[in-house]
């Protein structure tokens, strides 16, 4: 890490300097500048501390995890190819502005690489977060997996742009051995082509076909984003290499992404890692201190008088055993079967409100990124949904029975990297879309525990306290959050799904329920929307209409949801 932390320190400088050829001291030690040393204004800015001058780790030191055959043994076979994910880089040039929130960005590569092992290669990030990345590092073991460049293509210059910047960088694709595949640049300060030796090419079955992602910085044509797989679930085998990709006057280069041939889940954790994930990162939840309606156990809400219903037969619902296995198993949302509260109205009120001391948390365990990562979801069940509010610019009114429903299946999701058992990130489920928050922006408590804020009524998750209006401007859903009552999922949890270690997991059976967790209300939204604007002037009654209308029908109470084995997610990537 002594390696990052001074070049930072130098980041100002407009030349790359070692720490022991600085031409200047600082003065709190004592010494004077001469005039040749001053630096100008521009460079007084870059001096200035900005977030990405500071390394990120989690809270607490990893621990030790328990023994396993491939789970953080810090490289992965991907079958002729091994893998390590290299985190220690060191600065090659930067940009200070443009960007996000204009700070600019800064260009590293892989330092201290593994015995044998190769810069594929180069990390980039914008500078308005703490540097907590990595880049993927190869070494061949079968003979061919790896080639030298035969060339470089210089993709971009800054060399006659006038912007705040260390020097001038360059960056340059490496063209490929016929039959290999470039997997990332090659950023310098010299308009000097770099080594043939500096990076190696892949061969073309070891890869598989990546996307552009977040966008890390911009400017005069040129845009430069994070990369991904294109195909990413449980079943796709693409790697995630953590090289940036540029796109020069919309034209994107050709990088590609590794490939996972041998698809073995040998880095995935076993039970008893699993376990140790859970207990390190648990998401701790707050709900709101206003919060009526809090989880349960799926068995609490059986236990308590849900009801199954079937179509043609409404009048004789009945009751559901503790595991659902009395549920219909499988088959499809047919709309032949529903779950609703109890009929009798006190268990009914009884039940809406949960039962947060025996709440479950349900995890669901999956490889992503060709088994380089494992996701670890985390769901909780909430026998009823609220009503909605709104904020109308200086108003905040209630939807009435928008915004109800039966059944609500909330999650966040953990990302780990399989190469050593770190966090990466959190997916924050929020309605019918959601956002991954990095581990270095996430709030922590206990260790490495991440901070997740229920939002009111509605439960989804955010990463920060306050309104989260879902919305543009001053009109929207408000989705407030704050420091009620607390939760740590990991307190009481059970593993429902981990496809990858077989018959070590029996999944319940209300886990197979394919029909609704609710019923279908027909109530009539016109009408709800009415009683809602009567008082109203007719800008603000087109806005209350727009944002319900806009809502998924979840949320909008017109019927209970699946479950989590029957969304998206279960087998695929995040939505973000």
């Not at 600019?104 to 990345?133: C, I, W």
Request: hydrophobic letters at 35%; proline letters at 7%.
């Amino acid at each position: 890490m002594l390696v990052v932390s001074c070049i930072i320190l130098v980041s100002a400088l407009p030349l790359r300097m070692s720490c022991s050829s600085l031409p200047f001291k600082d003065s709190t030690m004592g010494s004077n500048l001469n005039a040749s040393s001053l630096l100008d204004n521009a460079s007084r800015k870059n001096s200035m501390s900005i977030p990405i001058d500071t390394h990120f780790q989690l809270p607490s030191p990893l621990p030790s995890w328990p023994s396993g055959e491939g789970f953080a043994s810090g490289v992965i076979d991907l079958g002729g190819l091994l893998v390590s994910q290299v985190s220690l880089l060191t600065k090659v040039w930067a940009t200070h502005e443009g960007g996000p929130d204009n700070l600019g960005a800064t260009f590293f590569e892989p330092t201290n690489l593994p015995n044998g092992f190769f810069m594929l290669g180069s990390y980039s990030q914008p500078n308005n977060m703490p540097l907590f990345g990595w880049i993927l590092a190869g070494k061949d073991t079968s003979g061919g997996a790896l080639k030298m460049p035969t060339d470089y293509t210089l993709v971009w210059s800054s060399q006659n742009l006038k912007i705040n910047q260390d020097g001038v960088g360059y960056i340059w694709l490496p063209i490929p051995p016929e039959g290999y595949k470039a997997i990332g640049h090659v950023v310098t300060t010299s308009p000097q082509k770099p080594s043939l030796d500096k990076v190696r090419c892949v061969r073309a079955d070891l890869t598989d076909v990546s996307e552009s992602h977040d966008w890390i910085w911009g400017t005069n044509g040129l845009n430069v984003y994070s990369s991904r797989p294109r195909d990413r679930g449980t079943q796709a085998l693409g790697v995630s290499t953590g090289a940036f990709m540029a796109q020069n006057n919309g034209a994107a280069d050709s990088l590609a992404c590794l490939k996972n041939v041998k698809a073995k889940l040998s880095a995935m954790p076993n039970l008893n890692q699993v376990k140790a994930l859970v207990q390190s990162y648990s998401p701790l939840i707050y709900f709101h201190p206003d919060e009526e309606f809090y989880p349960s156990s799926v068995t609490w809400f059986f236990q308590n008088g849900a009801l199954l219903y079937t179509k043609g037969q409404e009048s004789s619902p009945v009751g559901i055993q503790l595991t659902g296995s009395n549920l219909p198993q499988g088959g499809s949302n047919d709309g032949a079967y529903w779950l609703d509260l109890p009929s009798d109205n006190a268990a009914k009120a009884n039940v809406k409100r949960g039962d947060l001391l025996g709440a479950t948390a349900y995890l669901h365990i999956k490889p992503m990124f060709g088994a380089t990562y494992t996701d670890i979801a985390v769901w909780l069940f909430y026998p009823f949904n609220g009503a909605a509010k709104a904020k109308l610019e200086f108003m905040t009114i209630s939807l009435g029975k928008i915004g109800e429903h039966v059944g609500d299946w909330e999650h966040v999701t953990l990302r780990i990297s399989n190469f050593n058992g770190e966090l990466q990130g959190v997916y924050f489920s929020e309605h019918s879309g959601g956002i991954w928050v990095s581990a270095s922006q996430l709030d922590f408590q206990n260790g490495n525990k991440p901070v997740v804020y229920s939002s009111l009524h509605g439960h989804a998750a955010y990463p920060k306290p306050g309104q989260n209006l879902q919305g543009s401007g001053d009109v929207g859903i408000r989705n407030d959050t704050g420091k009620g009552k607390l939760m740590d999922t990991g307190g009481n949890f059970l593993v429902v799904g981990a496809e990858y270690l077989g018959s070590t997991i029996v999944e319940p059976p209300w886990l197979n329920y394919a029909r609704e967790w609710g019923p279908k209300i027909n109530y009539d939204i016109s009408k709800e929307l009415n009683k809602i604007e009567r008082f109203m002037p007719g800008k603000l009654k087109r806005a209350v209409e727009k944002i319900a209308r806009s809502l998924p029908n979840e949320v909008l109470g017109e019927q209970g949801p699946t479950g989590p084995k029957f969304k998206d997610m279960w087998n695929g990537d995040e939505r973000g």
